[in-house]
Each structure stands twice: as structure tokens, then as C-alpha cells.
């Protein structure tokens, strides 16, 4: 699969992006400014042994069999809104998280009540916006090696884009878990500043969520 991530020179875009080039795919990393995504692009590849592109992030959605938004929440409406006409019905996944710097570790509930609702609301009706991702810690994706102990839940309104995002999911090393329609992101983002109190609370890197009961054939 070809994957454009808009917003992908930063942490979370570096992780992603090596681990789905180790797993085959064509990743593409997006940036408002096309050199630094193209910079970017080759020092991932030069770090990792790996093959990307990269430029800005209208050439991400176009290259893009699948797109995933990693941007901050102060960046998150100007970037859907830039980028609008450039996804057409492709799938969409939405990474972010409506943090309130400094108080990252207390739930904020933007005006939209999601990140994601924001988002759904800004799409033409046609996009298949999926929200996933919230949970997994930047610094174990960058990794390679490292060894997941945790799910990502997956919510969205198109039950097909779910599945398909719990699909190229697994080949981060994680597994998937559908977590159902988009409104369901309220809950999802709003997990993870408690997951960041519970970092600092406990000193740990990364703390993740684990559902349990889910038989195996899932």
C-alpha cells in the first residue's frame, strides 16, 4: 500500500513511516513545507535502511492510498482544512489528540467534542475518517525492535475503513481493536492524558491500553 502522512517529519510520522516501510509499503512523508519533507524523507531512509519519500503535504494525500494526519491539535484544523479537496474518499486516520499544553495530563474536550468530530466536520461527506493511534508511544515506534504489549482502538463511521485500518495496523506490530463509530473518539482521546499522568505517576515510558476477552479468530 502507498501511505502519505500529512504532518510526518515529526515524532509520531518517523515511527510510523519506518515501521511501514519495514513492512513493505510506500510511505511518503508530508510537510506545510515541502524541503524539510523531503529532508526528512532521507534522513529517516539514511538512519534506517529504508526507502521514502517526501515533500509537502498536498503531494502526501496525492500519493496516498491511505493518508494519516500527525499533527498537533493548534495545527489540526489549518491542516484539514488545506487538505480537503486532496483526499477524496480515500481513508483517513486521525492521529490527534486535543491536549491543552501545559495541563497535558487532564482531559480537554475541544468545542467539537473530538478532534476527530472536528475533523469529520470539515471533510467533504465522501472521506472515511478513522481515529486510531492515540495510545502508542512515539519513542517504542521509532524502534524497530521493540515489542508491543498494547492495542490501538479504531473508531469510525465506515466499518469497512475500520477494518482496513486495523489492517495495516498489524504491520506496525500491533494488533487492532474496533472500538466503533467515530463519536466513540471522545473516549479515545480522552484516554491518553490519563495515560500521560500515569507515566509520570509510575516513571514509565509509554504505558499503553490492553483489552482483554477478545477470542483469538478476531
Known sequence: MKIGIVGGTGREGRGLAVRWAKAGHGVFIGSRDAQRGRDKAAEFSEEFGITLQGGDNDSACKYGDLIVVTVPYSAHRP??????????NKVIIDITVPLQPPKIR????PEGQSAALEARALLDDDA???????????????????????DVLVCGDDQDARAEVIGIV??????GVDAGVLRNSIALESLTPVL???????????????VTGIPETE
Open 79 to 88: 491542516t484539514f482544512e488545506s487538505i480537503r479537496s486532496r483526499v477524496g
Open 106 to 109: 487532564s482531559v480537554n474536550l
Open 128 to 150: 472515511r475518517l478513522v481515529a486510531a493511534l492515540h495510545h502508542i508511544s512515539s519513542e517504542h515506534l521509532s524502534d524497530p525492535s521493540y515489542v508491543f504489549d498494547c
Open 170 to 175: 498489524a504491520d506496525l506490530g500491533l494488533r
Open 196 to 210: 500521560l499522568h500515569i507515566n509520570r505517576r509510575y516513571k514509565s515510558v509509554g504505558s499503553g491500553i490492553r
